[in-house]
């Protein structure tokens, strides 16, 4: 069982940045990737950003060029790192870890309200 633990969301204006933080119990180095995914209110989850066990990443275009992922393998921990906010960032931001154990296997965080006001 992985258990994540997501912190850093918060109120912000357009134009303003945020690091969110993503903690795991366990070692990162046992996932295959790591990744950020929102939710907005009516909306489907849809992902923000991920990054591999080898450091490969992968960023949806409507965050490309104003956001970073990374990875702390010491600190078993990922971050989001989002710049130059706009409204329609405002969403349920969720750490997901896909790893495989007898299986692949996903799992999830409880999330963290990033509200971006204009």
């Known amino acids: 069982q992985v258990q994540l633990v997501e912190s850093g969301g918060g109120l912000v204006q357009a134009g303003g940045s945020l690091r969110l933080s993503c903690a795991a119990s366990?070692?990162?180095?046992?996932?295959?990737?790591m990744g950020w995914y929102r939710q907005a209110p009516g909306k489907q989850r849809e992902l923000v950003a991920s990054?591999?066990?080898?450091?490969?990443?992968n960023y949806a275009d409507s965050v490309k060029g104003r956001t970073t992922i990374s990875r702390d393998n010491a600190k078993n921990a990922v971050y989001l790192e989002m710049n130059s906010l706009k409204p329609e960032d405002t969403a349920v931001y969720y750490c997901?870890?896909?790893?495989?154990?007898?299986?692949?296997?996903?799992?999830w965080g409880q999330g963290t309200q990033v509200t971006v006001s204009s």
């Open positions: 366990v070692s990162i180095l046992r996932t295959t990737t």
């Open positions: 997901n870890a896909k790893l495989y154990d007898s299986g692949w296997r996903y799992y």
């Open positions: 990054i591999t066990n080898g450091g490969s990443t």
